[in-house]
């Protein structure tokens, strides 16, 4: 017999096996596209929401809410959960103002984009905010949850 070493029990031709190069009239194929189909048409759609611009004065209570993330809402991979308005305190410029409501998603802070901020950074922000400065908050609200005066 021949010894396992011995280059003639390996096939020469081995590494020849797929061509160079692919020819152009080959079809293509991507695996990560998805393949065709109306499921799109079908899939639900998400709520739709409202946005709620509020002007809120910084004054000795604060701008009178709290925050809080839905920890049952897990964040996709490497993302912080959206910040949500916890409570509107009894005293306080958010009672005063009667825009902001609970629940309503803070998505942006003096006009910065708050979307991927923890709730930390929101609060950090908001309690920078000089005493007797406004605050410009943009959040949103699930439309099913508004009620009409």
Not at 26 to 34: D, F, I, R, V, W
Not at 66 to 94: C, E, F, M, Q
Request: aromatic residues 2%; contains cysteine.
């Amino acid at each position: 017999g021949l010894p396992s070493s011995d280059p003639r029990t390996v096939p020469s031709n081995e590494s020849r096996t797929a061509p160079p190069s692919v020819p152009r009239t080959a079809p293509s194929y991507e695996p990560h596209s998805a393949p065709p189909s109306d499921a799109a048409h079908h899939a639900p759609r998400p709520p739709r929401t409202r946005q709620i611009l509020v002007d809120l004065p910084k004054g000795p209570l604060g701008l009178g809410f709290s925050v809080t993330t839905r920890d049952n809402v897990p964040a996709p991979h490497g993302l912080a959960t959206p910040v949500y308005v916890k409570n509107i305190l009894p005293n306080g410029a958010a009672v005063a103002d009667g825009r902001l409501r609970c629940g309503d998603r803070i998505v942006a802070i003096n006009g910065v984009d708050a979307t991927g901020w923890t709730q930390q950074r929101v609060v950090e922000s908001l309690r920078h905010a000089r005493l007797g400065s406004v605050v410009r908050l943009l959040a949103t609200r699930a439309d099913e949850t508004l009620t009409l005066p």
